[in-house]
């Protein structure tokens, strides 16, 4: 047993609740792929609690513990087939991005990567507004602005983080073209889960790695960063 494992007996269930997060993604995309809906009802709800125990293990910060939670409260809402239910589950994974704001920082980010951001959601909005149902429209582009806030501040934790905010503004883009029905991929649900997948699991990565800014979020526990995955 190491010294990590020895002073912190959750450092034994990392590499548990890693293999489990994988397998249940696995499974998950899997069942997309080959309609089998039981499968993704079954897992989907299981991801995110898997990954934000997996960060707890890992000693990572409370606000990427929260911000991961809250979009198993968005998935789990969006698995249900009602407007109320999609407008509750946009709601919990905004607080989502509200913890990964408040959990970046204030650190200085790119400009011309903000514009870049910018132009990207100004020129999809655009897009999409007119196959948007009323009612919605709102409430998207408000979402919209807070996920393309988040993907752009992302970059502060680093290049796992950038690319993990990027893949999460794709997902989010994906579902909002089936809303507006423009023409989709192949397989969209398939896509749409593999890109939120691989963005929720390396912000949480750029979130845990170590560095200055990890002991900016929280002062201290840099030097528990031992553990390994």
């Known amino acids: 047993m ?11 269930l990392v590499r548990p609740l890693l293999i489990a997060f ?19 009802l079954v897992a989907k709800p299981l991801l995110m609690p898997l990954l934000a125990g997996y960060a707890a293990a890992r000693r990572g910060p409370r606000l990427l513990i929260a911000a991961l939670l809250f979009g ?3 998935d789990t809402f969006l698995l249900a087939d009602a407007d109320a239910a999609f407008l509750i589950g946009m709601g919990s994974f905004a ?12 650190a200085r980010s790119s400009v011309p990567l903000g514009v870049a951001y910018a132009v990207v959601l100004a020129g999809f909005l655009v897009l999409l507004w007119g196959g948007l149902p009323a009612d919605l429209r709102i409430p998207m582009a408000g979402y919209s ?10 970059s502060t934790f680093g290049r796992y983080a950038a690319v993990g905010g990027a893949l999460f503004l794709l997902s989010d883009a994906l579902i909002a073209t089936g ?4 023409p989709q991929l192949p397989a969209p649900d398939f896509w749409i889960m593999l890109t939120y997948i691989a963005a929720q699991f390396l912000l949480t990565v750029g979130a845990l790695a170590p560095g200055a800014k990890w002991a900016a979020v929280a002062p201290g526990a840099y030097r528990e960063r031992s553990i390994s995955i």
Do not use: E, K, Q
């Open 72 to 74: 198993w409260g968005g």
């Open 2 to 12: 190491s010294a990590a494992t020895a002073a912190d007996p959750r450092a034994r």
């Open 145 to 154: 602005l807070l996920l393309t806030a988040m993907a752009y501040r992302s």
């Open 179 to 182: 809303i507006a029905d423009l």
């Open 95 to 106: 607080a989502g991005h509200v913890c990964y704001l408040w959990l970046f920082g204030r």
């Open 22 to 40: 994988l397998v249940a993604s696995a499974v998950d995309l899997f069942g997309l792929l080959a309609d089998a809906g039981i499968a993704h």
